[in-house]
């Protein structure tokens, strides 16, 4: 940061472009871009529970906040589950929006409900312009990372924000549904089991450290 | 081995045939063989028992039956003498996590039913037991819970993780 400081105060052209950047940097870093995590219901929550928890420890020096969740609108239990294991929370830190596919529902309203869905999430990042969207597999996460994905880009976000996926803690031996749909996107991809790591070890963005939970 | 109170989930999803395959004579008997007083039905989106039923039961076998729709559910897992449950991620974690002796039922109701993986492979390594619906009350009877093993989650691998992404987004 002292660098940056001493950048401002010269002269010539280079250190002036260079300074912009910097300065670019510095608004950046006051703005506060947030990380979108994208919940689920059930098991997909209680999994982002754990990693939310983990990035945001003090000891950790990468800062994630403010963070961002994103919930479904029929989702009832998600809110509070998180709210009662991280008091910090507060309600204006959660986003509801419409799911895009609902346990059990047929394929062809699936395809409009995920439209809406879609629109939603462009708003959405196009609004907050996230750092980071990270998600582990359930089926509102798949707008998501195609909205941030496409508004990267186009400009709208920095080149240096990233997409991250979780494979579920289910995912023994394939990849689920959004998982398929988001393994040619994500900037980093885990998967939390030897077989899955062994099967997708050619990606270059494909991450095992073990089983997380 | 013997469960005072036993705890059947079905997570934020639709199991009649859980619910069903509980409250059945055949899985009843099996509780009262247990010694289990009380049974405790979260049922969310299932059919919920009637009034009579649950009269019926508490006469018949004396196991108290308590359900409901959702709760933040957390008492009921530490309360929990045996756990049974759906295949969700949400409930293996919580039967693994509290070392609870479990028993995983697959739903078969459900589109896409990769559930069979993660029950399979937790039950290969000895974690839980993991059955159909048409087998649980059998299972209930005769299984051996002495038998599993704990389940150790390494510390080290959600560091890892925290590393990995902390470094990502320095790029």
Not at chain 1, 22 to 44: A, E, F, W
Not at chain 1, 55 to 65: A, G, I, K, M, V
Not at chain 1, 142 to 170: D, H, Q, T
Not at chain 2, 69 to 89: T, V
Request: hydrophobic share 40%; glycine share 6%.
């Amino acid at each position: 940061m002292s660098r940056n400081t001493k950048d401002f105060k010269c002269s010539s052209t280079a250190q002036k472009i260079n300074s912009v950047s910097c300065k670019q940097n510095m608004s950046r870093n006051t703005k506060d871009y947030p990380t979108y995590v994208i919940l689920g219901s059930g098991g997909h929550t209680a999994e982002m529970r754990q990693i939310a928890m983990a990035l945001l420890e003090p000891s950790n020096c990468t800062n994630y906040q403010p963070m961002r969740y994103i919930v479904a609108d029929s989702d009832d239990t998600s809110q509070s589950k998180l709210s009662s294991d991280l008091p910090s929370i507060r309600d204006s830190d959660f986003i509801r929006v419409p799911r895009s596919r609902s346990v059990g529902q047929s394929w062809l309203s699936t395809i409009f409900s995920t439209l809406w869905a879609l629109l939603w999430s462009c708003w959405l990042i196009w609004r907050d312009q996230p750092k980071l969207v990270l998600c582990n597999g359930p089926g509102t996460c798949v707008p998501f990372c195609y909205a941030a994905y496409m508004w990267r880009l186009l400009g709208r976000l920095p080149a240096n924000s990233k997409i991250v996926f979780l494979e579920s803690f289910c995912r023994v031996d394939t990849l689920s549904l959004s998982g398929r749909l988001l393994l040619p996107l994500a900037d980093m991809f885990i998967v939390q089991w030897p077989g899955l790591a062994e099967c997708y070890r050619h990606k270059n963005n494909v991450k095992y450290f073990g089983r997380l939970f | 081995m013997h469960f005072k109170v036993v705890y059947v989930t079905v997570g934020t999803t639709k199991f009649d045939g859980l619910i069903r395959a509980m409250t059945s004579d055949a899985g009843l008997y099996a509780l009262q063989k247990r010694k289990c007083q009380k049974l405790v039905l979260q049922h969310g989106n299932s059919l919920p028992l009637e009034e009579s039923e649950l009269k019926l039961i508490n006469e018949k076998y004396g196991i108290e039956v308590e359900q409901y729709k959702f709760r933040p559910n957390i008492e009921d897992i530490k309360g929990a003498d045996l756990i049974i449950g759906h295949a969700g991620a949400g409930t293996c974690m919580d039967i693994l996590n509290n070392q609870k002796p479990g028993i995983i039922v697959v739903n078969d109701e459900l589109m896409d039913n990769h559930q069979l993986e993660l029950a399979g492979q937790l039950a290969a390594e000895e974690y839980l037991f993991y059955c159909q619906v048409s087998e649980l009350a059998r299972s209930l009877a005769i299984l051996d819970f002495a038998f599993l093993k704990p389940y150790i989650v390494d510390k080290a691998n959600m560091a890892k993780f925290v590393n990995a992404l902390n470094g990502l987004m320095r790029q």
